[in-house]
């Protein structure tokens, strides 16, 4: 089950609503959107250790009237320039192991080199997410990383599209982002709920002998295997 911050934050607006954009491995650590009448909060959620329940600190807090743009910056000039830096990377190691070790001019670049690549590569490979929202006189931001979290990569493409919807008409319904992850990792309420009003029987999907043939041909057909 996932561990959402909402249970902890009862009271603070109304008609509030969450989806959770990151959760750690173990579960005892998660980071959530929640959108209310009022306010739109970012909060992260740790288990307590021995203890049920669980706490909750705020990221981000903004009122919800006051947000007038949205940027996700998921850093992909790096994924597009990910050979040049892989064959640097290589480059300037194979050329920094090649020089005697020394602190010499040439190994200082190539180890400079390699670790700036390297470290762009690692950085790329954690798969980090920016989320920037503009108000009328500032831009807040929260970063963090989706390693190995196909659940969180699927969110933040509904969270696109949403947000733009939200900045044309001011609304938002964070139940479709749960319906639509719903066929990875745990479903919601609102997963299960769609799921059961689509109750077509799967029988009726089987067609049947006269939806196949009009009848003409099949008493056709039917007439000529009696012969």
Same mark, same amino acid.
């Given at each position: 089950?996932?561990?959402?911050?909402?249970?902890?934050?009862?009271?603070? @607006?109304?008609? $509030?609503?969450? !989806? !959770?954009?990151?959760?750690?491995?173990?579960?005892? *650590?998660? %980071?959530?959107?929640?959108?209310?009448?009022?306010?739109?909060?970012?909060?992260?959620?740790?288990?307590?250790?021995?203890?049920?329940?669980?706490?909750?600190?705020?990221? %981000?807090?903004?009122? =919800?009237? #006051?947000?007038?743009? &949205?940027?996700?910056?998921?850093?992909?000039? +790096?994924?597009?320039?990910?050979?040049?830096?892989? %064959?640097?990377?290589?480059?300037?190691?194979?050329?920094?192991?090649?020089?005697?070790?020394?602190?010499?001019?040439?190994? *200082?670049?190539?180890?400079?080199?390699?670790?700036?690549? #390297?470290?762009?590569? %690692?950085?790329?490979?954690?798969?980090?997410?920016?989320?920037?929202? +503009?108000?009328?006189?500032?831009?807040?931001?929260?970063? &963090?990383?989706?390693?190995?979290?196909?659940?969180? *990569? +699927? +969110? $933040?493409?509904?969270?696109? =599209?949403? $947000?733009?919807?939200?900045?044309?008409?001011?609304?938002?319904?964070?139940?479709?982002?749960? !319906?639509?992850?719903?066929?990875?990792? @745990? #479903?919601?309420?609102? !997963?299960?709920?769609?799921?059961?009003?689509?109750?077509?029987?799967?029988?009726?999907?089987?067609? #049947?002998?006269?939806?196949?043939?009009?009848?003409? *041909?099949?008493?056709?057909? @039917? @007439?000529?295997?009696? =012969?």
């Amino acid at each position: 089950m996932e561990l959402k911050a909402l249970p902890q934050l009862i009271g603070i @607006d109304q008609e $509030m609503d969450e !989806v !959770v954009l990151r959760e750690s491995r173990n579960r005892s *650590e998660s %980071l959530s959107l929640i959108v209310g009448e009022s306010l739109f909060q970012l909060v992260r959620t740790k288990r307590r250790k021995n203890e049920q329940g669980a706490s909750t600190v705020h990221s %981000l807090c903004l009122r =919800r009237d #006051s947000i007038e743009g &949205f940027v996700h910056n998921r850093f992909d000039i +790096i994924r597009a320039f990910r050979w040049p830096l892989i %064959l640097t990377c290589l480059f300037s190691f194979i050329s920094s192991s090649l020089i005697s070790i020394t602190w010499t001019a040439p190994f *200082e670049l190539g180890i400079a080199l390699f670790l700036f690549s #390297s470290g762009l590569l %690692l950085f790329r490979l954690g798969k980090p997410h920016q989320l920037v929202f +503009i108000t009328n006189n500032s831009k807040q931001s929260l970063f &963090f990383f989706s390693f190995r979290s196909k659940k969180t *990569e +699927i +969110i $933040m493409k509904e969270i696109d =599209r949403i $947000m733009a919807l939200f900045l044309i008409n001011g609304k938002i319904d964070l139940s479709q982002i749960n !319906v639509n992850i719903g066929r990875i990792g @745990d #479903s919601t309420t609102t !997963v299960n709920d769609s799921v059961v009003m689509n109750n077509s029987n799967s029988e009726d999907l089987i067609p #049947s002998l006269d939806e196949i043939y009009p009848n003409s *041909e099949f008493e056709e057909i @039917d @007439d000529k295997k009696r =012969r």
